[in-house]
């Protein structure tokens, strides 16, 4: 049978991690076949048409779908989740929020972070913070997986030619409704899709010195800005830059991590980079067991040092 991949979109366009998603659909054998939920979301629809590998796209169009909430969504996917051996979402917000209902409305168990395709029925998946990988099997005869996007290559956005078909939309669940949403601008890339990051951590000491030090530096490099949860929760960094268990999941080419120790919740976020800098004066720091390279040195000279030979 097919795979169903739910796509995360904004009506207009497709998320980067909806072609993670797909490539993870691809090894599970059968068509791929992709759920675009929205409204007005035509758009959206034939650049989902034109991923690599996909072989239809359902297009269900519905104002009870404009903002994705999560039970109008999980309603539309189990009302064609009967044509499929699998349905993955990618490991985010969205994917994690409707991915259990349309699990426990089916009555199987859910598969979560899946980092492996081993074969249709058999996955693997990080458990202690990526400390340990299980190997996970599953007779369930529906697999319900959230996918882990930084262990699949995205497949290509262009190239492909699939079918649109238009689907009857649910109606509205009546549990939520949108009452509005506050959505932080940022010019710099979208943190969990940026090909560089750099992060600060608690050593930083203040929300003024993270902004004078880290930001010279994510200018120059072009670049997304984290932080530690040390470092969020200290006030010196926005919730949405916390990378880590708790936070977003990185796998940039380029990973700078200044003042940052390691932890181990920190280091399951991003030790996935390709690249990774270490900048930290404790030479026991956790972070240098991970990183490329190592510099042993006091942040605060070795930053603008850096700043000021690029």
Known sequence: MASLVIAEHDNASVKPAT????????????????????????????????????????????ADLAHGLAENVAAQVLAIAGNYSHILFAATASGKNVAPRVAASLDVAQLSDVTKVISADTFERPIYAGNAIATVQSSDSVKVLTVRTTGFDPAAASGGSAAVEVAASVADSGKSSYVGSEIAKNDRPELTA????????????SAEKFAEVMTPLADKLGAAMGASRAAVDAGY?????????TGKIVAPQLYVAAGISGAIQHLAGMKDSKVIVAINKDAEAPIF??????????????????????
Do not use: M
């Open 237 to 245: 960094a926005p919730n949405d830059w916390q990378v880590g268990q």
């Open 19 to 62: 072609l993670n998603t797909v490539s993870a659909a691809a090894q599970c054998g059968g068509d791929v076949h992709v759920l675009v939920a929205g409204h007005n979301a035509a758009a959206a629809a034939a650049a989902a048409a034109q991923i690599a590998g996909v072989a239809k796209v359902i297009h269900a169009d519905s």
């Open 194 to 205: 940026a090909k560089v990051i750099v992060s600060g951590g608690r050593a930083l000491g």
């Open 289 to 310: 067991s991970v990183a490329d390279y190592g510099l042993e040195a006091d942040l605060f000279a070795a930053v603008p040092e850096l700043v000021s030979k690029l």
